[in-house]
Nanobody, 121 residues
Framework: QVQLVESGGGLVQAGGSLRLSCAAS????????MGWYRQAPGKQRELVAA???????NYADSVKGRFTISRDNAKNTVYLQMNSLKPEDTAVYYC???????????????WGQGTQVTVSS
């Protein structure tokens, strides 16, 4: 079994910063891409940022220049540094990872439970 556990969400004023963390644990052989998604009330879940095993990154246009995704492969952890936060960044943020577990050939998609980020104006 694999678990993704997120932390770091909370309430912050506009212009402030938060750092999200997501640690993967369990019978992990390797982790391919990792990423962060978010879902605001009444909206579809959207990709915020992603990072490959080779550290190539991809960002939603709405967060470019404000958010930074990084990963620590030794800790099976992905981070999202969020600066200059805006009220429209308010959402539940979900961690995602493509993981190959021990004894398996295929990659599977795993999700965290979500962490609330609220930005007040």
């Amino acid at each position: 079994q694999v678990q993704l556990v997120e932390s770091g969400g909370g309430l912050v004023q506009a212009g402030g910063s938060l750092r999200l963390s997501c640690a993967a644990s369990g019978s992990i052989f390797s982790i391919n891409a990792m990423g962060w998604y978010r879902q605001a009330p009444g909206k579809q879940r959207e990709l915020v940022a992603a990072i490959t095993s080779g550290d190539s990154t991809n960002y939603a246009d709405s967060v470019k220049g404000r958010f930074t995704i990084s990963r620590d492969n030794a800790k099976n952890t992905v981070y999202l540094q969020m600066n200059s936060l805006k009220p429209e960044d308010t959402a539940v943020y979900y961690c995602n990872a493509m993981i190959r577990t021990v004894g398996m050939m295929a990659l599977y998609d795993y999700w965290g439970q979500g962490t609330q980020v609220t930005v007040s104006s």
